[in-house]
């Protein structure tokens, strides 16, 4: 099957949901009737164009012997089999993604039961100022269904069509089929694609809007036509959409789209509609609202000090060096703990110092084991690309064989070059500007785009065919599969029964106890207060919680639908609970620690008295936590 009717599909899906969620709040419909109506209105819109054969409802055509044959071949056959696992852990377990669980699905639901966006009343700012591009995708699927189990399809599906739209644009930008047939089963091997595959995070799921953005303006370079510009457009308004992160990656779309304005201006009246879409879709309707609300375009005003970056130059060696760290540190780990407590002590003071004061705490944090919560690109294909760097550096490039690599192109080549340098620059724009924790994973859509000046030349060509090339390759698939299988948000081993019989045998020993822990972590993170839940009344409809902004306050949305959860201030004072009809809350009892205030007086101080409590471990990092639920008394 081809691969470019399905990215047009998962395109003009994507737009659909995002200018359903936005048009059905700015009419307060965004309910089971509002969707019905969008769906029977683009039912009609799709009946109409393929009257006028505008549309093809055929995903293109199947050719089974072809199909068999390809995946016959070690990397395809490598790549299906890893898509089967992370459909597999997709399916069999829920989500764990901690973004997702603290505040992307919360938000949704708040809207869902508002019937429309709103800001909401939150000491969580993230519910109100992040981009809504996932959010718009969850929505139909949470209001249908009543759960979060098929969310990870928002991010396996896009995994799928990675590989023949990567190919496409690596070979549109000049780089060999060869290389690019390598490449193209490599990069999904990226630990931060591999893993978000299956969850519900939303760093992974925008790399094939980048991708399809390139590779839809590099077609129209030889198609010259205007539909090519118009999905290239509607992609990259998606990717901006999807998180503000991703906006320096306009920079190469524009280089590619610029010198084409002239195929936009031959069809005005469908152009002038795309923009509108486009308009809909990407992130101006979150600049609006956040600009409206909190007087700042990207809402970093209400975040933690050191999201924003300081000072631009120590943002740039600072992310170069932490992304490279990160990049390379090996996905089985056993040393992290150690490196927490003394990487900074181990640094020079001329570097520590400007680290600590332009990031977020917790900058240099390392991990035992590769989550999609942190793990950005790993060790395998990390070495990789140095390795195709290297090895164009030292090798002499023949100028003939660029030209021939471009075939059509030879007329545009410098535009070319500037759209492989472009994606550096905007790499660089985003380490001058942030200084957000987990960079690695926040850049996902740029590493695939960082690959054609890496890779373009006669000279790469000759460095796939190496023996000892193909065995490092393998070797990045084989370190995959483990990453994949031994994941603790979907293990598909018996994870918890055999270490807690290891645990037995060894009581003493810290890395086995600590593994077991984070894998009985995982398992209840879904829904990790579900005790505290039970000791509510059944027909409770709205529930306080008064916690930590990184808090999960899930497991009191469900059942989905039928109850909704206030995020309150612990200073609020008694009025504002029977303001807002809250009988019943939930309460941590490490936010009064941290800020020093007794929970005795703050329950004497709202009338309230404790119904029950539980010690529970959400994050390994932040161990045991008190909570408690309380009724405040009429």
């Known amino acids: 099957m081809s691969f470019l009717p399905a990215v047009k599909w998962w395109l003009w899906l994507s737009v659909l949901a995002s200018l359903a969620g936005w048009l059905l709040s700015l009419v307060g419909v965004l309910n089971l009737y509002g969707y019905l109506g969008v769906a029977v209105v683009a039912g009609f819109v799709l009946l109409e164009a393929c009257n006028r054969r505008a549309v093809k409802l055929s995903l293109g055509p199947w050719r089974w012997r072809k199909v068999r044959r390809r995946f016959a071949r070690p990397f395809p056959l490598m790549f299906a089999a890893l898509a089967v696992l992370v459909f597999l852990g997709g399916a069999l377990y ?27 009343f939150t000491p969580n700012n993230r519910l109100n100022t992040r981009a809504c591009g996932i959010e718009w995708l969850s929505a139909p699927i949470l209001l249908l269904t009543k759960s979060d189990r098929g969310l990870f399809l928002l991010n396996f599906i896009p995994f799928l069509l990675l590989p023949g739209v990567l190919f496409s644009m690596l070979t549109r930008l000049g780089v060999r089929g060869r290389v690019a047939w390598q490449w193209m089963w490599l990069m999904p091997t990226g630990y931060v694609f591999l893993l978000q595959a299956g969850s519900a995070g939303n760093d992974a799921y925008p790399v094939v809007y980048a991708l399809a953005a390139m590779d839809f303006a590099a077609r129209a370079w030889t198609s010259r036509r205007a539909s090519d510009v118009w999905h290239s457009l509607l992609a990259i308004a998606l990717l901006g959409g999807a998180k503000a992160s991703n906006l320096p990656l306009t920079l190469p779309w524009l280089v590619l789209v610029l010198p084409l304005w002239r195929l936009l201006k031959e069809k005005p009246v469908g152009t002038a509609r795309v923009v509108f879409f486009a308009a809909l879709v990407s992130i101006l309707p979150t600049i609006y609202l956040n600009l409206t609300h909190c007087g700042n375009w990207s809402g970093l005003n209400l975040e933690r000090p050191g999201m924003d970056m300081k000072n631009p130059v120590v943002g740039v060696w600072g992310n170069a060096l932490l992304l490279l760290v990160n990049n390379l540190c090996p996905p089985f780990f056993p040393f992290a703990g150690w490196w927490n407590q003394h990487a900074l002590q181990v640094l020079p003071g001329a570097l520590a110092r400007p680290l600590v004061t332009n990031f977020e705490d917790g900058f240099h944090f390392l991990w035992e084991l590769a989550t999609e919560d942190w793990a950005g690109l790993g ?9 195709a760097a290297l090895w164009a550096f030292t090798k002499v490039q023949s ?34 500007k942030s200084g957000m924790v987990t960079a690695a994973r926040l850049i996902a859509p740029y590493y695939p785009l960082l690959l054609p000046l890496l890779l373009v030349g006669a000279e790469q060509s000759a460095l796939v065919r190496r023996r000892w090339w193909r065995a490092l390759a393998c070797a990045v698939f084989i370190v995959a599969f483990a990453v994949l299988i031994v994941t603790p948000a979907r293990p598909l081993w018996p994870a918890k029964t055999i270490l807690a019989k290891l645990v037995e045998m060894k009581p003493d020993n810290r890395l086995l106890t600590r593994a077991l822990t984070t894998y009985r972590v995982y398992s209840i993170r879904s829904d990790a207060l579900a005790e505290l839940r039970a000791a509510l009344p059944a027909d409770l409809k709205i529930v306080g919680f008064i916690g930590a902004p990184d808090d999960l306050d899930i497991s009191f949305w469900r059942p989905y639908g039928l109850r909704r959860v206030e995020q309150i201030s612990r200073t609020a004072p008694p009025e504002e609970f029977r303001a807002r009809k809250i009988r019943y809350a939930v309460v941590s009892g490490l936010l009064f620690d941290l800020e020093k205030e007794s929970f005795n007086e703050w329950l004497a101080r709202l009338k309230a008295e404790v119904v029950t409590s539980a010690t529970v471990t959400v994050a390994v990092s932040a161990g045991p936590q008190k909570w408690y639920v309380v009724r405040f008394k009429d």
């Not at 973004?99 to 966006?117: C, D, F, K, M, N």
């Not at 060790?379 to 390795?387: A, C, Q, S």
């Not at 192109?409 to 472009?422: E, G, K, S």
Request: charged share 15%; glycine share 4%; aromatic share 14%.
């Open 94 to 120: 829920p989500p764990t993604n901690h973004t997702g669980l603290s505040y992307r699905i919360p938000r949704v639901l708040h809207w869902l039961q508002a019937e429309e966006w709103h800001w909401i």
């Open 379 to 387: 060790p395998g294909v990390t070495v990789l690309m140095i390795i």
């Open 399 to 432: 100028p003939k064989s660029e030209v021939r690599a471009y075939g059509d192109f030879r007329l545009w080549t410098l535009d070319f070059r500037l759209a492989r340098i472009a994606p550096w620059v905007a790499l660089l724009a985003f380490c001058a």
